[in-house]
């Protein structure tokens, strides 16, 4: 992972496992990412159950592995073409980009891109974001009495820290009702 979409506590845990893969297993990661150019899959999910399957290898070690082994050949960076594949719909990037908008004004923010959701942190993940239908859904680190509109989360794949959820329609719902959850979130991180 790019250390840019990353912040310095998560960059610290990469750091950790990375480390610990040489001591814990006696290869580094090298010769970790060797071993997974042997494997005969070709698809990302079906090679981290051989590595684990085969060589023993955690999820998180297994997917180090894989991105060392297997760098994207695309000219976008991995973070680029989540992005890209993730915000197809163009009222669905407007709202993506009124809310970036909004979170760029809070100091040390750092976005993380994922495959599902885009998501903001500065020590811990306070909000995130994914398409939904009528709309995109708006993740926050805030108890659900802490502004209207906020819902309990659904199976959203994103953080448990984010406790609550406000449905954006459009560009005009991140208003500053919007922007003052987002700061009582990043507040919480």
Do not use: Y
């Amino acid at each position: 992972m790019p250390t840019g979409a990353l912040s310095p506590r998560q960059q610290q845990w990469f750091a950790a496992i990375r480390e610990g893969l040489a001591a814990e297993t006696g290869r580094t990661l090298d010769e970790w990412a060797e071993i997974a150019r042997t494997c005969p899959e070709t698809r990302h999910r079906a090679r981290l159950t051989w590595l684990k399957t085969h060589h023993g290898l955690g999820q998180n070690r297994a997917s180090i592995v894989l991105a060392a082994a297997f760098p994207p050949d695309d000219a976008r960076s991995p973070t680029e073409a989540n992005e890209q594949a993730l915000w197809k719909d163009a009222a669905g990037r407007a709202i993506l980009a009124a809310v970036r908008a909004r979170v760029e004004t809070l100091p040390e923010v750092v976005t993380g891109q994922r495959k599902g959701f885009t998501a903001w942190s500065r020590a811990f993940q306070f909000a995130a974001l994914r398409p939904a239908r009528g709309g995109v859904r708006l993740g926050l680190a805030v108890p659900l009495d802490a502004g209207p509109g906020l819902v309990a989360p659904a199976r959203e794949g994103w953080s448990e820290r984010l406790t609550a959820v406000r449905v954006l329609a459009g560009p005009e719902d991140v208003d500053d009702g919007v922007a003052a959850l987002l700061q009582a979130a990043w507040a919480r991180s």
